[in-house]
């Protein structure tokens, strides 16, 4: 029987920038093994934030490995797009009522994060 507790969640703000940075070193980890040195170079990043960012994967339970000086992505892309932490949208209560209404799981979690927000207590 599914829990209605929503998932535990690393807490991190991100921005919109770093969120695609995130997104293109998984997807060119997708692309096979790739060197610290192509990554770099594809990213256009220094060593320190490249790490910072493997670091941050690792907390979302996404899998990079490193074997004979390559790095290797272990969680399936699609799956590990869906880990990755997403940017703030700014989005008004209109706008998240709106989308809580939806259907399926994400729908149920904002709808429940948005009861909690309006909520009333006297």
Not at 34 to 41: F, M
């Amino acid at each position: 029987m599914p829990s209605s507790k929503p998932r535990r969640r690393p807490s991190v703000n991100i921005t919109l920038g770093r969120a695609k940075r995130l997104n293109r070193l998984l997807m060119i980890l997708s692309e096979g093994p790739t060197s610290r040195e192509q990554i770099l170079a594809r990213l256009v990043v220094g060593l320190r934030t490249y790490y910072r960012e493997l670091e941050l994967l690792k907390r979302f339970a996404i899998k990079i490995t490193l074997t004979d000086k390559v790095y290797r992505l272990k969680t399936p892309i699609d799956q590990a797009q869906g880990l990755l932490p997403f940017p703030n949208p700014q989005l008004s209560f209109g706008e998240v009522a709106e989308l809580s209404r939806g259907k399926g799981p994400a729908a149920r979690r904002l709808a429940e994060l948005f009861a909690a927000v309006i909520e009333v207590k006297e």
